[in-house]
Nanobody, 124 residues
């Protein structure tokens, strides 16, 4: 059974930094893209970053480029999201997700496995 378990959320000041971790288990993730999404109350879930498990190619929306960094540690079967200079309006529940390579990794419906989420609150 595939499991994605997020950790590392909490309270951080705007302009600070925070690292989120996603422990992935239950299958081999070669052929998959692991990503991060976020959802604030009353808003739609949105794409934050993604990385291909095998080749390590990374993808970001314009809002995250230059500030967020996604990486994976194959030995630990973990995906990390480094958030630098986060903004108060980026306070959300952050979710880890997995999609098959070739699908639209940025699209919620293309991700067939999700973690339970971790709350990130950014104070001004």
């Amino acid at each position: 059974q595939v499991q994605l378990v997020e950790s590392g959320g909490g309270l951080v000041q705007a302009g600070g930094s925070l690292r989120l971790s996603c422990a992935a288990s239950g299958r081999t993730f070669s052929g998959y893209c692991l990503g991060w999404f976020r959802q604030a109350p009353g808003k739609e879930r949105e794409f934050v970053a993604a990385i291909t498990w095998s080749g390590g190619s990374t993808y970001y929306p314009d809002s995250a480029k230059g500030r967020f960094t996604i990486s994976r540690d194959k030995d630990k079967s973990t995906v990390l999201l480094e958030m630098n200079a986060p903004k108060p309006d980026e306070s959300s529940v952050y979710y880890c997700a997995a999609s098959r390579v070739g699908r639209a990794y940025y699209d919620i419906s293309a991700n067939d496995c999700w973690g339970q989420g971790t709350q990130v609150t950014i104070s001004s």
